[in-house]
């Protein structure tokens, strides 16, 4: 019905399956990545609940930041 009024506006179905397989693959990597973690129950229900709502939320870039950090060496 929006397609009819407003083209411009509605994403075209290919590309929105292209998103949604796009979304679920990071899903699947940060999933993999919180498997690995030592972090307490609530730490990672929380952090398992955000991921589903919102993937690229502030908890899980401060998180791919300490990481990062981490698995540098010390110079």
Do not use: N
């Not at 009819?4 to 399956?17: F, H, K, N």
């Not at 679920?24 to 999933?31: D, N, S, T, V």
């Not at 398992?48 to 870039?61: N, Q, T, V």
């Amino acid at each position: 019905m929006l397609a009819q009024y407003a083209p411009d506006l509605v994403v075209p179905a290919t590309e929105r399956s292209e998103m949604k397989q796009d979304r679920l693959a990071l899903i699947r990597e940060r999933r993999a990545m919180l498997d690995t973690l030592q972090l307490s129950r609530k730490k990672k229900l929380r952090l398992l609940r955000e991921l589903y709502l919102k993937p690229s939320g502030a908890h899980w870039d401060h998180l791919y930041a300490d990481l990062t950090m981490e698995s540098e060496p010390p110079e």
